[in-house]
């Protein structure tokens, strides 16, 4: 039996560090017989620093390998994420929006309140009628109170993070606390056994790297498992079109101005740029499909939204090829972040499909060689239909909208450009509205059934329910749109302003759970 107890994770940024974090916080107690976790990284390649935006799964995850709120707010210029507005999106009018929050619709396991809000006669939003999240929002308020306790939440949340800063707090965290071996070194040479296995990596600074399972985290590069390995990439370009990011990081006209705590999506004439808002700058950046605009064009676009503060910012340009690897573990290989694939951060996926899959690796590391593959098979099952719904997701914004005026909007809404599973569910929704696992089979979805009935209803599907269909529970969907009403006011009233809370903690610190 070949046990597997020597980890190499090749590549540090996000998807490294977390992947090391993940993996060595699981197995601690192997440590005094061996078990190592060793991360190689080149100090000559620059980290891409990709997603700045997460999901509420990272608080879990950030808790289970020992990370500290406070110290993480304090070191990563950290901000609350409630969830994500999208302007101009359904008819591109200066008064379209609607929430994508990170709560679920209120009493949302035992009443799907889709039919009685679609029944109303009022002009109230589906996502201010099921939740407060929204106001909140609007309100700039933090989703908990210096009361709370660390990575408790009085409203669901996630995190804005400076994607550098993060990364180097997690490499702290990780070789100070975990044991993880950290080695400074450029992989020349993959060698690889007869049966295909990597069997080791030769550097340029002469440092020779066995392993037992090796963790591509080399971005784009994809050293081992497109290079070495010779795994194909699946290219989506035909669903999803856009190509190329310009990204640029503004100031704050005022220390003190507001930091929105969700992030904002507003559509283009050929894309969407996004406002992050963390305490020391903004994040923006123009996503866009090539194809339908120029560069200059783009840049135009993105300049026009920052206004006068641009002028002296300069711009980064970042090339999005979306799709994923034809595979993501192969042999003694497993690909993770951005050598697996990338798609664009119009939902936040990039850090959330880093921690799902460090999840997988930690829980269901191979005892040994001879089980690996038939883990690789499952792991494989499971990431696939994750990227997939990823993809039909995204997919679902484009293709919901009304928008005619461009080129790329009509271009989006053309069927053959709409996944089969996607267009099959549309045709579903326009009779059944998505409600807990109708739909949605697996344990762990990344996007469940809440997140498509805020987006539906957000850019005003109407999902036709026969008359009295659900009069039975109608009495409860009206208790429960009061206790929203009652809820939601008792949070306008009772949470701090955003930048306020940030500031405390920082200064004063959180409760330890």
């Known amino acids: 039996m070949h046990e597997i107890k020597n980890i190499v994770i090749v590549g540090g940024g996000t998807a490294g560090w977390l992947t090391a974090g993940v993996i060595a916080a699981r197995h601690q107690a192997r440590r005094a017989q061996g078990f190592t976790v060793t991360l190689v990284e080149s100090p000559n390649v620059p980290i891409i620093g990709v997603g700045e935006g997460t999901w509420p799964t990272l608080r879990t995850t ?35 929006g609607y929430y994508h929050p990170l709560m679920l619709p209120q ?17 109230e939003s589906f996502c201010d009628a099921v939740t407060p999240q929204g106001r909140i929002c609007d309100a700039g308020l933090a989703p908990k109170t210096m009361a709370t306790a660390e990575y408790e939440g009085v409203a669901n949340y996630a995190y804005h993070l400076d994607a550098g800063k993060f990364s180097s707090f997690l490499q702290r965290h990780c070789c100070d606390t975990l044991g993880v071996r950290h080695v400074l070194a450029d992989v020349t040479d993959v060698h690889l ?50 190509d190329t990011a310009l990204a640029m ?24 740029i996004w406002d992050i808002g963390l305490p020391t700058r903004r994040g923006v950046g123009h996503v866009f499909s090539s194809s339908h605009t120029s560069i200059d064009d783009a840049e135009r676009a993105l300049r ?73 098979r499952r792991y494989n099952d499971t990431t696939l239909y994750r990227w997939g719904r990823i993809i039909d997701f995204l997919k679902l914004h484009y293709s919901l909208t009304k928008r005619t005026d461009t080129e790329f909007w009509r271009d989006n809404q053309r069927a053959e450009t709409i996944p089969d599973r996607l267009r099959e569910l549309m045709t579903l929704w ?36 026969p008359p009295g269909t659900f009069e039975s529970d109608a009495d409860q969907a009206a208790r429960l749109r009061r206790e929203n009403k009652i809820y939601t006011d008792r949070l306008l009233q009772g949470l701090p302003k955003h930048r306020a809370l940030i500031d405390r903690i920082v200064q004063h610190g959180l409760q330890p759970i």
């Open 62 to 96: 950030l808790r289970k390998i020992g990370v500290s709120e406070t110290e993480f707010f304090r070191q990563c210029d950290a901000a609350f994420k409630q969830g994500a507005r999208f302007n101009r999106w359904t008819t591109g009018a200066a008064d379209d």
């Open 107 to 123: 009493g949302f396991a035992q009443t799907n309140l889709v039919p009685h809000w679609l029944a109303g006669e009022d002009n």
């Open 193 to 242: 056994t007869e049966s295909g296995d990597i069997d080791r990596l030769d550097t340029e600074q002469g440092v020779t790297i066995d392993g037992d399972l090796f963790v591509d985290c080399t971005g784009f590069a994809a050293l081992l498992i497109g290079k070495a390995l010779g795994v194909g990439f699946r290219d989506c370009s035909d669903v999803l079109f856009c």
């Open 249 to 272: 990081q503004v100031p704050y006209a005022d220390p003190e101005d507001p930091i929105a705590s969700h992030t904002i999506s507003t559509a283009q004439s050929a894309g969407w």
């Open 304 to 376: 026009d939204y920052v206004g006068a503060a641009a002028s002296d910012l300069s711009v980064r340009r970042l090339a999005i090829r979306s799709g994923h690897r034809e595979t993501f573990w192969k042999k003694n290989c497993v690909a993770v972040g951005l050598a697996a694939g990338f798609l664009e951060p119009l939902e936040a996926s990039a850090i959330v499909l880093i921690e799902l899959s460090a999840k997988i690796i930690a829980e269901q590391l191979p005892a040994c060689r001879e089980v690996m593959d038939t883990v690789a």
């Open 430 to 465: 326009e009779y059944h509205a998505p409600w807990l696992h109708d739909e949605f089979d697996r344990v762990e979805e990344v996007f469940p059934s809440a997140s498509y009935q805020y987006v539906l209803y957000g850019m005003g599907h109407r999902t036709m329910v």
